[in-house]
């Protein structure tokens, strides 16, 4: 029995590294080109400094400011969306004379809320490249934050837990254990902090103040994070004062509502900047949604087996494993398909750091379905 215990323990934690390891490569609202161009002589004076962004920036906390050698400041006035060019921003320039300029810029990307930064110099009538550069070109990406990391961790923990509680209960056992009520609540208070953790761990990346979050494209998706954590929390209570029959359907309530934060997250994620953006974002919901009925409803099933006639849980096995099997049929198509839309070559799979990782993931998850399968012909 120990020995069983520990190999269901050591699988858990082997299928949660899976799953948790990031599928998805950062990425951010980065040049994609510039008038005047990266490193140009330009013969006359600009009258507007513009940039275009692979991804749609938020011009309410995006930036562009230009300063000549001695670090003076050539605006003329704010940052603005370039009319029918939502990727391209521009800052009028005062009348500006022959020498070096360096252009700073700032992005929050509206699609995922990522901050980037970076600057590069031009030249009027002179090389971009003259002793009165105030800065050569960079690009700067923040790491995330420590809050950022724990926040996620914390996020799709707790989500992913309820609809393993709700999947497991309603398919495998056909019934709401009373432990799976108070897993229901700690679960939601996990879920209840990473969100939090992951708005203010954004709201302070984009340095914007919390009485100006609303007013940026932050503040949408805080509104629909929040929405759909109440669609939860309403779930999970309903959970604790229905009767039976009523709590099946109060757990399936409280798992489409973690489902439709896991969507939330996905939208406001860079898969909703990659074309084709509709087939990415289900993509990627899907690969979430199905390693929570995975991983999250194995734990339930361990814990709700125990003590149980051999015929109960004979039964609540193989129905686990089926609904099982398909999830991790799910996890592996949607995470190849993600996997080769981000990498794009072979050479990046073992050239980056997100391709090695990735081929840490595919290790990880051959050796979990092979423990599974082996568990499946043997021994249920």
């Not at 999970?236 to 009523?246: D, F, I, N, R």
Request: net charge positive; charged share 10%; with cysteine.
């Amino acid at each position: 029995m120990r020995v069983g215990r520990t190999r269901a323990v050591a699988v858990l934690l082997a299928g949660a590294a899976v799953f948790v390891l990031p599928l998805t490569a950062s990425a951010h609202a980065l040049p994609q080109s510039a008038v005047p161009a990266e490193g140009s002589e330009v013969q006359t004076a600009p009258a507007f400094a513009e940039i275009t962004f692979g991804e749609m920036p938020d011009p309410r906390l995006s930036s562009i400011s230009v300063v000549n050698g001695s670090g003076a400041s050539v605006d003329a006035g704010p940052t603005v969306a370039v009319h029918g060019h939502p990727v391209e921003l521009e800052v009028p320039l005062k009348h500006i004379g022959t020498g070096v300029y360096t252009v700073t810029w700032k992005t929050v990307s509206e699609v995922d809320g990522h901050l980037a930064t970076g600057a590069y110099a031009f030249g009027v009538g002179v090389s971009a490249t003259g002793a009165n550069a105030h800065a050569t070109r960079s690009v700067v990406l923040p790491p995330p934050s420590v809050l950022a990391v724990v926040a996620r961790w914390l996020f799709f923990t707790g989500l992913m837990g309820i609809v393993g509680v709700a999947s497991t209960s309603l398919a495998a056992l056909r019934d709401v254990p009373r432990f799976a009520t108070r897993a229901l609540v700690a679960l939601g208070v996990v879920a209840a902090l990473g969100v939090a953790g992951v708005v203010e761990a954004e709201r302070e990346a984009a340095g914007v103040t919390w009485a100006a979050v609303f007013s940026t494209s932050l503040g949408a998706v805080v509104v629909e994070r929040l929405a759909a954590l109440i669609v939860t929390a309403l779930g999970v209570a309903a959970v604790l004062v229905l009767g039976a029959t009523s709590r099946r359907i109060s757990v399936a309530l409280a798992g489409i509502g973690a489902a439709a934060s896991m969507w939330v997250d996905v939208a406001a994620s860079h898969a909703g900047a990659q074309a084709p953006a509709a087939v990415n974002l289900i993509v990627q919901w899907a690969h979430i949604v199905a390693g929570g009925v995975w991983i999250g409803g194995l734990l339930i099933l361990i814990i709700a087996v125990r003590g149980q006639p051999s015929e109960v849980k004979r039964q609540a096995v193989r129905r686990f494993s089926t609904a099982a099997g398909i999830a991790i049929v799910v996890v592996a198509l949607t995470g190849t398909f993600r996997a080769v839309i981000e990498i794009g070559s072979i050479g990046q799979l073992f050239g980056t750091a997100f391709g090695v990782l990735v081929l840490v993931k595919v290790a990880l998850f051959m050796g979990l379905a092979v423990l599974g399968a082996v568990n499946c012909f043997r021994n249920v």
